[in-house]
């Protein structure tokens, strides 16, 4: 199954057995004082720089969250739109909690985005799928609803069913619905990672739909965290994690290595164009 969005001049095209999409999660203020400091005072200095960061460490899509304390994010949310649409030419994902700030940057986006996000909570229900049926967006589906994330995979495959159904329902094509499993991390529970992999696998067969996690949680309160996100993350996106969000930064070259490994990389094209890009970087720093 295929799911495409796209900015004016780009498309990207997320699924099963193509290459690995990245989804740069960097302008997002959570744990990120200095970010939100420049969001609350209204400066989008660094919005506009790790946008474009992101585009050279690889990422294919720039996901911009303005959720900082003091934020208005019904006019800030745009107004990010419209700075990151200016500074980098790839799809986005729009991502608040917020419909009121969803419903504002989609009216200035020029494309079709990526919507993050829905989840299983009747208000989210009936207040974000209205919105990507209107605009014609994609949007990442949170296996999670009012009594928060289950511990359990078939409590999370229901929600995941529950979402796909009311999309559908109201005329939102299948592939325009990216499910995320959730990850929660390893340090507080061993078993964390063993469930998101297994609804992971689950829905790929049951669903058959496009599939997004941020790999990154699982590792929460350890030492050493690139070490276990960067497994976790191979084993994701061999159990059906199309489009994970990530800091593309740290991530590439390794999943450049899984897509390879898993056949996705026709005599090792995109590996070596990496591995090259990253050695005239060095050279040039």
Do not use: W
């Not at 990120?32 to 474009?52: F, P, T, Y």
């Amino acid at each position: 199954m295929e799911t495409r969005i796209n900015s004016i001049n780009k498309e990207v095209i997320i699924g099963t057995g193509k290459p690995t999409v990245l989804i740069g999660e960097r302008i997002n203020p959570t744990g990120r004082k200095k970010l939100a400091a420049s969001l609350a005072a209204g400066n989008m200095d660094l919005v506009r720089e790790e946008a474009i960061a992101q585009i050279h460490a690889g990422a294919d899509i720039i996901d911009v969250n303005v959720g900082a304390p003091g934020v208005n994010e019904v006019e800030l949310l745009p107004r990010a739109v419209e700075i990151v649409m200016d500074a980098v030419d790839v799809p986005l994902s729009l991502d608040s909690d917020n419909p009121k700030a969803l419903a504002a940057a989609l009216k200035r986006y020029k494309g079709k985005p990526l919507i993050n996000s829905v989840n299983g909570q009747e208000n989210s229900l009936k207040e974000v799928l209205p919105l990507v049926k209107e605009y014609g967006a994609a949007v990442v589906a949170l296996t999670m609803d009012d009594d928060g994330i289950p511990k359990d995979i078939d409590r999370r495959l229901a929600i995941a069913h529950k979402i796909v159904d009311r999309a559908t329902a109201l005329g939102i094509p299948l592939a325009d619905i990216i499910i995320d499993s959730l990850v929660l991390t390893v340090a507080t529970d061993t078993n964390a990672g063993l469930v998101t992999l297994e609804t992971v696998r689950r829905i790929n067969r049951e669903l058959g739909v496009n599939q997004t996690m941020g790999a990154s949680n699982i590792s929460f309160g350890l030492p050493e965290r690139e070490i276990v996100n960067s497994v976790f993350l191979a084993m994701a996106i061999s159990a059906g994690v199309t489009c994970p969000y990530v800091n593309a930064a740290k991530v590439q070259p390794s999943v450049l290595a899984i897509d390879l490994l898993l056949g996705r990389d026709r005599f090792a094209q995109r590996y070596v164009k990496g591995y090259r890009q990253r050695l005239t970087a060095k050279r040039n720093t």
